[in-house]
């Protein structure tokens, strides 16, 4: 019939940190696994994020989100380790635990109550974080800046090495089995069988089951397979420090230094559809806020800033989901692919090797958003 | 390896400045990195990651091979920066400390 046609148990659509990583886990699993990928100039917010695997600010709204968050933040060693053994990269993965700086007593008090608020939710799974006075934050980092009112502190909090980070699944998706295909934009998904026809730019592809981890392309495809994906590009900036020597040992929110000695300030918000450009006026503000938090950082050249999309919901949290009207096709898409690349690998993974995803995920489906508005 | 021209070495205002401490000159006009290429030093920095040896290449203000630390601010791209009497200039050890 169709000779040409790839075969494969698992069709992952999507080839960032997501898609990967689940792909990894499914090849892991003893599934032939195929990841098809678009082109280099994809809109791809596995080169543009943070590189936090975060914790502290997690899950207001929504328990099981923290719980999912914490999951993978505990996984996440063992998952470095594991990656460093099957590739030789090492993702520089480092738990020292992470502050959320505050540039004002109000900032401060408006952070400590929704970690309150969100510590207080039925469900939730207790975990210890700090608030800090002025007093506490100086002891710790003597040269941080005058008008640091405080600090939340989190021993969960860590960061990695993020372009590592996708190297390394692909490198040990590759090693375990799976087939890599870029330039394949998927145009089609179709019932074939028990499985999928999946029309790409270079021919069909025979699947047995398909998951869709295509980040802002979701919400194409979902429903395809019968299922809904609301998210949207958000954009965020970022801006990069010539390397210095070590001397801050704990990532911030908004700022870290990478294992390399790179300065990384990040964190901006923006609507801005698909634009991916950058602007001074965000660009500036966030290097004001960064010297205020350390006055030194001001002395360093800024070597790089860019902008990328993160894939948001309306709620923030992630959507993984199970067609109904298309067994076999699932669906994950979240903004914390780093975080989460130890649970998407891991237990997420599992799950659709296993044709379900367990009852506890549930909360996470995309029928949350099928709520009339209130009047 | 470098040598001066006879004419401008006879010509130019001697400057004196410190190179990691002690005493040298260079000459009016020379960049700090034409300096430091007179009085043969051809390393001028350790790179960030693995330590090794690096020095002025394109000398344009392009490759970033000859930083040093000039008046205490690192990452100094010597190529750029006019010589004046007085400067204290300083090779660089691996990556350029946040403060300086």
Redo the contacts between chains.
Sequence with gaps: MDPDAVRCDVAVVGGGLVGAAVARGLAGRGLSTAILDEGDVAHRASRGNFALVWVQSKGLGMARYGAWTRLSSDAWGGFARELREETGTDVAHRRPGGFSLALSQEELEKRQSALVRMHNQPGWIPYDFEVLDRAAVEREFP?VGLDVAGAVYCPLDGHVNSLRLFRALHESFRARGGRYLPERPVEGIARDGAGFRIKTARGPVLAGRVVLAAGIGNARLAPMVGLSAPVRPQRGQVLVT????P?LSHPMVTLRQTD??S?MIGDSAEEAGLDERIGLGVLGAMAERAVRM?P??G???VVRSWAALRVMTRDGFPVYDRSEDAPGAFLATCHSGVTLAAAHSGPLAAMIADGALAADMAPFSARRFDVPAAA | MFRRLPDAAAAARELPFTLDGEPVSGREGDTVAAALLALGRRAFRRT??SGAERGPWCLMGVCHDCLVTIDG???AQSCLVPLRAGMAVETQR???????
């Design positions: 040269d010539e390397r210095c020597a001397f390399e000695g300065v350390f030194k950082v002395r360093l050249n | 960030a990651v601010a690192g990452n691996g990556r350029r400390e946040v403060g300086r």
